[in-house]
């Protein structure tokens, strides 16, 4: 069983910058055989994609975030992080890491419990 854990959320101020991290267990292959995302749900709102790297180590990024955010991945420690910079109050969110086997749809993957990022104009 896939078991997934974020951590890193906090409250910063707009312009500030955080790191979210996303440490998957239980994983039959190595993550680099895994797609894995980030995505996050503001209150009221539906879960967006935020940003994804796939098996192949292609990355993909919301319009919205694209030049302040970078995902990356540590294949030794099974994690994949979020580096998120100039924040703004748009961004506050729960954030959600997902792991899904290579070339699946997320649906089918692994949740995180989620971790509330929350910034401050």
């Known amino acids: 069983q896939v078991t997934v854990v974020e951590s890193g959320g906090g409250l910063v101020q707009a312009g500030g910058s955080l790191r979210l991290s996303c440490e998957a267990s239980g994983l039959i292959f190595s993550i680099n055989l895994y797609d894995s995302y980030w995505y996050r749900q503001a209150p009221g709102e539906q879960r967006e994609l935020v940003a994804a790297?796939?098996?192949?180590?292609?990355?993909d990024y919301a319009d919205s975030v694209k030049g302040r955010f970078t995902i990356s991945r540590d294949n030794a420690k099974n994690m994949v992080a979020l580096q998120m910079n100039n924040l703004k109050p748009e961004d506050t969110a729960v954030y959600y890491c997902n792991v899904a086997r290579w070339g699946s749809d997320p649906s089918s993957g692994s949740w995180g419990q989620g971790t509330q990022v929350t910034v401050s104009a």
């Open positions: 790297i796939t098996g192949g180590h292609n990355t």
